[in-house]
Antibody
């Protein structure tokens, strides 16, 4: 059974940093791209970033490019999102999701999400 | 920038059929696959259609997806509506720079 468990969310001040983790189980992580999606309170889904199965290719939304870094440790079955220079508008529930294939093509499994609140 | 546009809301009665559209802003929506996600209140999204028209295991065959011809749109159709289908539905695809794009979401009310 595929399971994705996010952690690392919390309250952080504007300008601060946070690292999210997503522990994956039930499948071979290296065979699949992975994606982070966020949802601000009361808003729709926003694609944030994805990374290919081997980790050699990454993509970012313009809203986070230069501030967020996606990475993965396939040996630990874990996906990461390093978030720097956080802003109030980054406040959201962050979901990790498994892609359909080694390169990003669409999502088939989602985690339950972790809440990030950026506030002073 | 490539955008996907969905109706804000749709409503229909139990047992009826509803179709939710997803229209691409430019080019052909068929350039990349379109996927559909369901999000019930207070829950994480789940996938109901992937690669335009494929249904994950466990998703009822009441859910179907298609790509339009000249209208540059994709559609999610739910037949035999049940109250449990009440949720937000999002379409998703990729732009020419391989970045993901979500539609704004459609709130389905089954009344």
């Amino acid at each position: 059974e595929v399971q994705l468990l996010e952690s690392g969310g919390g309250l952080v001040q504007p300008g601060g940093s946070l690292r999210l983790s997503c522990a994956a189980s039930g499948f071979t992580l290296t065979n699949y791209a992975m994606t982070w999606v966020r949802q601000a309170p009361g808003k729709g889904l926003e694609w944030v970033s994805d990374i290919s199965g081997g980790g050699g290719s990454t993509n970012y939304a313009d809203s986070v490019k230069g501030r967020f870094t996606i990475s993965r440790d396939n040996s630990k079955n874990t996906l990461y999102l390093q978030m720097n220079s956080l802003r109030a508008e980054d406040t959201a529930v962050y979901y990790c999701a498994k892609d359909l294939s080694r390169d990003p093509r669409g999502l088939d499994y989602w985690g339950q999400g972790t809440l990030v609140t950026v506030s002073s | 920038n490539f955008m996907l546009t969905q109706p804000h809301s749709v409503s229909e009665s139990p047992g009826k059929t509803v179709t939710i559209s997803c229209t691409g802003s430019n080019g052909s929506i068929a350039s990349n696959y379109v996927h559909w996600y369901q999000q019930r209140p207070g829950s994480a999204p789940t996938t109901v259609i992937y690669k335009d028209s494929q249904r994950p295991s466990g998703v009822p065959d009441r859910f179907s997806g298609s790509i339009g011809g000249s209208s540059n749109s994709a559609s999610l159709t739910i037949s035999g509506l049940k109250t449990e289908d009440e949720a937000d539905y999002y379409c998703q695809s990729y732009d020419s720079s391989h970045r993901g794009v979500f539609g704004g979401g459609t709130k389905l009310t089954v009344l």
